[in-house]
């Protein structure tokens, strides 16, 4: 169903935008030639690869671009008023007042030195002074309320690190909307989020949408812009290359670079397949009449075939169980009886790895992916059960460091986020140099050795002495896959190595996992929230909630015929851009049975 809105109140119309820096991209702009009308009630997406200019565009509607920013348009008007020549105290009148930003990542964006009510209440102190405390109290928990945040009295007096992260990013919506402003501009509002949090996050939004507030969604999710998305403009290189009805676009891509975003999203077709070689092809597919589409002419080359190897367990965990105690309340250990105020963050989990094979783990945020993750790299000590690791024992009751120390090196880690992990005073050869040190090579063999590793993921010699701020996410994220084959291990960790890139450079980086996954004879513990990027690399799947394995099976079975009631909820939370091209609308009635927390 498309919705019209003609004749809705317009809220921005902007032809023509550019936007530069004079110490950028050698004076030009940055963004060029970009027109943009959002109306009340409507939700328009931009989609598009980091860089692409989206956020910068976003942010020029609140004065937001940057110090330095020059900005000049053919139209500019904001709410009805020509903006270009806005000063700073007309922009604070527009933000907050008139538009309201939800940042992607809310435990930075909100401030960690007051309560979440103090932080919502300021927007209205500012854009409504006349009020009472009182009033304006009532209205901060009414719109907490309405965000689904549950005891908002309470919640109100907590602080940002004491939520969870889908409460942190519903008090950020609230921030935005509290001083009911007419639009809203949404950048990246659930990136990184599990799937349940992140279908309800999108519910709140769509609500909003329903009530007449207009939308600008940021996002490189095309399953999230199905979602909620009217009208969707695609932007490469600082201009729209493409734009549209989002079912339309999504369904029949005009221009070869929306193609390639649409080709590089991993899907239940992809597996086994390089994901950037997707091309489409016209004659490929016959799909059935009146039912042709983009999907139905993706045509991708194969991964490399997987070296055969004997069946050997490379990992065992038996009845592993973590247990913290809260404040005021003793420890468990080992075999004693749990304090009732003691949260139990792992229980009874059991699994193996075989050599060669991909075990993904999925579950929302909470569910024990992360204590696993730890306990299985020996970072963390178990409160029950045991870890075996080629055969020996690795961690829980009687495991030491120095005894497991030897088989360190063959059981590695690539993390989310490889900046924070990398020391920021290391260049790339420094960071490879330290996981070669156990390796036993002479200096020009950890030489000639770090260059390979570069070469094996795809970069070169010149970036051994580039540091990490100086590389983009896609490259950093290269160099965390190399460090970790440096000691040739066999057994990798990945915990969410995705989740914050964008479509293309996600794609690469799971076909780089994939090639060296079959040519190497690696085993992977693939942590994802994304149930798509789990089917694809997946040879095994385990389901966590509530620190349990509630399924566990074959990859595609459990993916064709979910058997717990968990597993099938987060299959239908998931934003699907396969289901939501099959609507023909965005999915704004989509209703998701409500979680706790």
């Not at 550019?18 to 950028?24: H, K, L, N, S, V």
């Not at 919640?155 to 921030?175: D, F, K, P, V």
């Not at 059960?385 to 059981?411: D, T, Y």
């Not at 095994?540 to 717990?564: C, I, N, S, T, Y």
Request: proline share 4%.
């Amino acid at each position: 169903m498309k919705h019209d809105f003609s004749t809705a109140r317009t809220l921005v119309d902007v032809r023509g935008l550019e936007i530069g820096f004079a110490d950028a991209n050698d004076g030009q702009p940055l963004v060029r030639g970009v027109d943009l009308t959002i109306r009340a009630g409507e939700c328009v997406a931009l989609v598009g690869e980091s860089g692409s200019g989206k956020s910068l565009t976003a942010r020029s509607l609140i004065g937001l671009a940057g110090h330095g920013a020059r900005i000049a348009a053919r139209q500019f008007v904001i709410d009805g008023r020509h903006a270009l020549q806005f000063r700073e105290r007309d922009w604070r009148g527009v933000r907050g007042g008139f538009a309201g930003l939800v940042m992607q990542d809310a435990l930075v964006s909100l401030d960690p030195l007051r309560t979440v009510g103090a932080e919502i209440e300021e927007t209205l102190a500012l854009h409504s002074p006349s009020g009472s405390r009182k009033a304006r109290r009532a209205r901060v928990h009414e719109t907490m309320r309405d965000v689904g945040m549950p005891e908002p009295e309470r919640r109100a007096q907590q602080y940002a690190h004491e939520l969870s992260g889908g409460l942190r990013q519903r008090a950020l919506i609230a921030s935005a909307i509290v001083a009911g402003p007419a639009l809203v501009i949404a950048d990246e509002p659930t990136t990184a989020l599990d799937m349940t949090v992140q279908a309800q996050i999108l519910d709140v939004l769509a609500a909003r949408l329903r009530e007449g507030v207009g939308m600008l969604l940021v996002s490189h999710d095309l399953a999230v812009v199905a979602e909620v998305a009217d009208r969707v403009l695609v932007m490469h290189r600082g201009e729209v290359v493409e734009s549209g009805a989002t079912h339309d676009v999504l369904r029949n891509p005009a221009h070869a670079y929306t193609r390639r975003l649409i080709a590089a999203q991993p899907s239940a077709h992809s597996r086994g397949q390089r994901l950037t070689s997707a091309r489409f092809d016209a004659g490929a597919h016959s799909a059935p009449q009146g039912r042709a589409d983009a999907a139905s002419l993706i045509v991708r080359d194969p991964l490399p075939p997987r070296q055969s190897t004997a069946r050997e367990t490379l990992l065992q965990v038996e009845a592993l169980g973590k247990r913290y105690g809260r404040r005021g309340a003793r420890y468990a250990t080992a075999g004693s009886a749990a304090d009732a105020g003691d949260f139990v963050a792992l229980d009874d989990v059991s699994f193996d790895v075989q050599r060669g094979e991909v075990v993904g783990i999925v579950g929302e945020s909470g569910s024990g992916k992360s204590t696993c993750a730890k306990l299985v790299l020996g970072l963390a000590t178990p409160s029950a059960g045991q870890v075996r690791f080629l055969g020996a024992h690795w961690n829980g009751e009687g495991a030491r460091e120095p005894a497991r120390r030897a088989l360190r090196p063959k059981l590695q880690y690539i993390p989310q986020d490889p900046l924070s992990s990398f020391d920021p005073r290391y260049c790339v050869r420094q960071l490879l140099e330290e996981a070669l040190s156990t390796a036993g090579l002479g200096a020009q063999q950890v030489r000639d050795r770090t260059v390979e590793l570069l070469e094996q993921v795809g970069l070169d010699a010149r970036y051994l002495e580039r540091r990490p701020l100086s590389l983009s996410g896609g490259q950093r994220q290269r160099v965390a896959i190399a460090r970790a084959l440096a000691p040739q291990p066999a057994l990798i960790v990945c915990d969410e190595p995705v989740s914050a890139l964008d479509v293309y450079v996600q794609a690469q980086v799971l076909d780089l996992l994939g090639t060296l996954q079959a040519e190497l004879g690696l085993s992977l513990l693939f942590i994802s929230h994304d149930l798509d990027v789990i089917r694809h690399v997946s040879d095994r799947v385990l389901v966590f909630k509530d620190g349990r394995v509630v399924e566990a099976g074959d990859a595609q079975r459990l993916f064709v015929a979910p058997r717990h009631a968990y597993t099938r909820l987060l299959m239908s939370s998931a934003p699907s851009l396969r289901r939501a091209k099959e609507e023909g609308s965005a999915g704004r009635a989509r209703e998701v049975e409500p979680l706790a927390g």
